[in-house]
């Protein structure tokens, strides 16, 4: 999950493949909730974002940020095995 352009090249430089959080498959992801009621709707995101994740036949094996958790989308929720 990359921000930019120059983000993606270096994810791609390395064998990876980055996903642009401003597209439509990038919005599938979300804010950690503090609520956590509000975990529920996240985790139903995650469902769908899994679901598109599959169909483009790849998984997330690392998430890399450099603004920490919480305000990065929540990779922890995405299932087992999730970073």
């Given at each position: ?50 679901g ?23 990779p ?8």
């Open positions: 999950m990359v921000s930019n352009a120059e983000r993606a090249a270096r994810v791609e430089a390395v064998g990876g493949a980055a996903v642009d959080r401003k597209t439509p498959l990038g919005r599938r992801l979300y804010l950690v909730p503090d609520d956590p009621r509000v975990g529920e709707l996240g985790k139903r995101k995650a469902q769908a974002f899994r598109t994740e599959a169909a483009a036949g790849g998984s997330v094996d690392y998430v890399v940020s450099h603004a920490g958790r919480r305000p990065f989308p929540a922890s929720s995405l299932g087992e095995g999730a970073c």
